[in-house]
């Protein structure tokens, strides 16, 4: 009898077997005389190739942008874009937004309010820990004795 093969495929999800960067396009944009895109010219000029070799993954688009102050944009596989301007920023400074652009998921901040801090798909079978279920302190609210 012929060993078949298995018809099924596993599902892919990100961290599980390849990693997948969310960040897929930078758009950066600059104005050649501002005073304000100073910094993002130096950036570009130096700095700028050295990460795209590092991140040949993302791709990379300069444009200049007349009488505007300079702005990043970041394009992630979820079709969301996320925007940071960078007037006034020196080149060390830029280099560090434009990395907080490419470790961004993409998703939309969402401010936790009380709830549940914890996601999880698994539940917990204790609980989330808190210092209110410690053993009972033998001093009261004074520091005394009780």
């Given amino acids: 009898m012929p060993v078949q093969a298995l018809r099924s495929t596993s599902s892919c999800q990100n961290g599980v077997g390849a990693f997948i960067l969310q960040c897929k396009r930078l758009d950066f944009h600059y104005c050649d005389w501002a ?53 006034n920023l020196a080149p060390n400074q830029i280099i560090q937004k434009v990395e907080l652009l490419r470790d961004a998921s993409g998703e939309q901040l969402r401010r936790v309010k009380g709830g549940k801090m914890v996601e999880s798909k698994n539940e917990s079978v204790r609980g989330i820990w808190s210092p209110l279920h410690g053993a009972k302190s033998p001093l009261d609210g004074m520091g005394r004795k009780g």
């Fill in 35 to 87: 005073g304000s895109s100073k910094g993002m010219n130096t950036f570009l000029r130096t700095q700028l190739p050295i990460f795209a070799r590092s991140n040949p993954q993302i791709e990379i688009h300069v444009s200049p942008r007349p009488n505007a102050h300079p702005v990043i944009k970041g394009h992630y596989i979820n079709n969301r874009e996320k925007a940071i301007c960078v007037r």
